[in-house]
């Protein structure tokens, strides 16, 4: 099974923006589903999660502007990103915690310009 991260592209700063992620297949044992990010040249950073139905949690940095779902019967996650800036331009990456494991997605490039 695999990550399938969609839903990057190119956006103007202030703009808004939705990723999701699914599987390829058929998954169990989802703990947990997060999003991550990775701006050229820094390290991978979290951005959200999301535990059970409403259990989320952020970043400092992207707090009150992204907003982190999921729909557990397609086995889902979604990150809608709004009042985009420059420092929000990353590969954007899933992560589901399940217990067998993490499991990565591909990443989805998201640049915002000026």
């Known amino acids: 099974v695999q990550l399938q991260a969609s839903g990057g592209g190119l956006v103007q700063a202030g703009g808004s923006l939705g990723l999701s992620c699914a599987p390829s297949?058929?998954?169990?044992?989802?703990?947990?589903m997060a999003w991550y990010r990775q701006a050229e040249g820094k390290q991978r950073d979290f951005v959200a999660s999301?535990?059970?139905?409403?259990?989320?949690n952020y970043a400092d940095s992207v707090k009150g502007r992204f907003g982190i779902s999921s729909d557990s019967r397609r086995n889902t996650v979604y990150l809608q990103m709004n009042g985009l800036n420059q420092e929000d331009t990353a590969v954007y990456y899933c992560?589901?915690?399940?217990?067998?494991?993490?499991?990565w997605g591909q990443g989805t490039l998201v640049t915002v310009s000026s």
């Open positions: 297949g058929t998954i169990s044992g989802i703990r947990s």
């Open positions: 999301i535990t059970g139905r409403t259990y989320t």
């Open positions: 992560k589901y915690n399940t217990a067998w494991g993490e499991l």
